[in-house]
């Protein structure tokens, strides 16, 4: 099988195993799916989760599209007359508890071809980063452990590499904070003299293996805390930072939102409620400010 | 009095009678003002009400900056080397009640110089626009019959002009609808043959005074209407449309945060409580469809 159809294959599976764990701890609420269809060709099954109660809104989506690459896409990439390839699984999940993070993954492939139908460009993207509300720093480490094995089970310069990439990626400059305490972000992952595509795509599918295993024992822990109004105030007024990031920073959303691609997949991601407070700032010495302070400086949690 | 000088003047003045008005109006909370300063030169003025009867989050900012044309504007302008001067009033306001429309106003005046410190290039900017939850046509025929009074004062071609500018404007390209019901929108207003600066000091000072009596109306006939948790959901889901406009599409937002501008003054526009639920629609022949129709389908108001 080419690489191309295993790992569509594999986004699959990956898709039904990940929505039926988070069904299996949410116990109320299932996902609901919708079918899509591209019009150039290709589509995508959304499955979303609202409601539940340990989830209160979460998307888990795979796509597989391709055609005539689009206009922005060729000045993008330098290249004319081309065609492409593209699938992937896009994950978000907004829990309820403000104890439990939000998490985000994505997993994706991509082919370039020439007007004759040959592969002139292929590779992998993707990674996975958490967004907690509050700091527990047993659980950063934990997420970040899983990332780290999953990365030195191919190359232990992958870990440090690619951890950095996301602190850089999930950056909202205009806030001069991270997003959240981050995890793995890797894009363009290509053939090269030492590592073929079939390599590339044993790491990636590890990281994609490791996702439930880095998030769901967190969601355990903290899904039955106690939390109040004030928890849960400061929970929205930071999911407005993750609406603030995605809408103004995220690549993939404004390349979505500007090349007509489905409006609801795309915006899937944002949380489902949300708050702006004029200047608000966190109380000194608080557990928020202490959230704030590894969001504006970044650390090595392994 | 230089036309500078005489602007800034009059913003000045306009902020309080704004604010005074929208104070009375609301009874309750009163509007907490921010004195900032910009690094490179100026500052601004900020005022925010939060939590009223009336109003549940607002703002009416004025700012007068000046320096070195930042590099962004000065591609932007096709200019290199050229001083600035820049001055006006921002106002958003998100009322409580569905019922009562959000309404943002902003006008503006823009000088630039060589470096001998000559004006090369002034102009004005500005608009005033309405955006509601639940239409009532008279509202809409109101917002709209106050603009153009304002307009044909000074020219009957002004109104259909700038009214078509702010339909085009504010539109949520990747929602494929309006953000509101428009009103007025006008940019880059320069001395010509026939009009010089202080004819257009003039009418842009005349749409600035006809703000409250566009909006107040409006406001007191619909603030005490009962309404229940459908229409308040259904407000939150819509200022999400307000938020993804402000974030995606608005360049005056982008531009701030691109160029490290106030980021709470600037952000002050974003509604205070939001929702975001997938694929929303609203019920066949319902209200909120109606709304959406209109959204879809600009129309004359007057």
Known sequence: MTIKNKFYRYI??????????????????????????????????????????????????????????????????????????????????????????????????????????????QWFGGGQDLTPYYLFEADATHFHTICKKACDAHDTTFYPQYKQKCDDYFWNSHRNEARGIGGLF?????????????????????VGNSFLEAYIPIVIKRKDLDFNTSNRNWQEIRRGRYVEFNLVHDKGTLFGLRTNGRIESILMSLPPHVQWQYNHQPVKGSEEEKLVEVLKNPKAWV
């Open 12 to 121: 699959q599976d990956l898709q039904d195993t990940i929505t039926s764990k988070l069904e299996e701890v949410d116990t109320l609420a299932n996902f609901k799916e919708d079918l899509w269809e591209r019009p150039e060709g290709g589509g995508g099954r959304t499955r979303v989760i609202q409601n539940g109660a340990v989830f209160e809104k979460g998307g888990v989506n795979i796509s597989a599209v391709h055609g005539e690459l689009p206009h922005s896409m060729q000045a993008y990439f330098g290249v004319t007359d081309a065609n492409f390839f593209a699938c992937g699984l896009s994950l978000v999940i907004h829990p309820k508890n403000p104890y439990v993070p939000t998490v985000h993954a994505n997993w994706r492939y991509f082919e370039m071809y020439d007007k004759q139908g040959a592969i002139v460009d």
């Open 186 to 206: 890797f894009d363009y992952l290509k053939a090269s003299e030492g590592r073929s595509m079939q390599d590339w795509y044993d790491f990636v599918t590890e």
